[in-house]
């Protein structure tokens, strides 16, 4: 089955540098790549996917890059800010296709 | 707005008890799911369902079952509740076809297993 994983564990940035979450995962045909966002005491939320058939996508401060040849897709999140600290997760569908299974999480701090 | 309540946030229950985890969404979503979180190991998946009365195994099933006996509802049961059953249980739901939308999260239910 699909193994998803998800790199660094913890990451601590300064406000105003950026932070680059990196995820690898088995299934060389899984085709949808989300990330999501868990605040402390929240649900986690998409804050951004990208298909299989694009390279790069961008919302504002924060892209995700695909790689298909080496199976590894990243998120970026520029100029970062405090209110940006949260738990980030990466995700890729299982083998069927009918689940999503999550990496196992990213801890970002930003100190101001 | 999207909402998948979970009836729960914090439960206690003692080791064998059969405990009921119950998920309603409101949006008419086909698939619903059930995930454990626990630190150091991220949203592992337990079960979920793509239509009323299916059921599909995750990557850990075992010591749980569900029921979806409607649409809206979702339910994860833990049989004899365990003591390393103790967890943050999220319940999550999509529309059809995985690959086109987003998972909406419920707020979780905090089991605590003595």
């Known amino acids: 089955g699909e193994n998803v994983e998800q790199h660094p564990s913890t990451l601590s940035v300064q406000e105003g540098d950026s932070a680059v979450i990196k995820c690898t995962y088995s299934?060389?045909?899984?085709?949808?790549f989300p990330w999501y966002k868990q605040e402390l005491g929240k649900r986690p939320q998409l804050i951004i996917d990208?298909?299989?058939?694009?390279g790069e996508k961008k919302d504002q401060r924060i892209a995700v890059t695909l790689n298909k040849t080496a199976k590894h897709f990243s998120l970026h999140i520029t100029e970062t800010q405090p209110e940006d600290s949260a738990v980030y997760f990466c995700?890729?569908?299982?083998?069927?296709?009918?689940?999503?299974?999550f990496g196992k999480g990213t801890t970002l701090s930003v100190s101001s | 707005d999207v909402k998948v309540t979970q009836s729960s946030r914090y439960l206690v229950k003692r080791t064998g008890e059969k405990v009921f985890l119950e998920c309603v969404q409101d949006m008419d979503h086909e698939n619903m799911f059930w995930y454990r979180q626990d630190p150091g190991l991220g949203l592992r998946l337990i079960y979920f369902?793509?239509?009323?009365?299916?059921?599909e195994k995750g990557d850990i099933p075992e010591g749980y079952s569900v029921s979806r006996e409607k649409k809206e509802r979702f339910s994860l049961i833990l049989e004899s509740a365990s003591t390393n059953q103790t967890s943050m249980y999220l319940c999550a739901s999509s529309l059809q076809g995985l690959n086109t939308g987003e998972l909406f999260f419920g707020e979780g239910s905090r089991l605590t297993v003595l």
């Open positions: 299934d060389s045909a899984s085709n949808y």
């Open positions: 990208i298909r299989s058939n694009v």
């Open positions: 995700a890729a569908p299982n083998q069927a296709g009918t689940a999503l299974i």
């Open positions: 369902s793509y239509d009323v009365k299916m059921k």
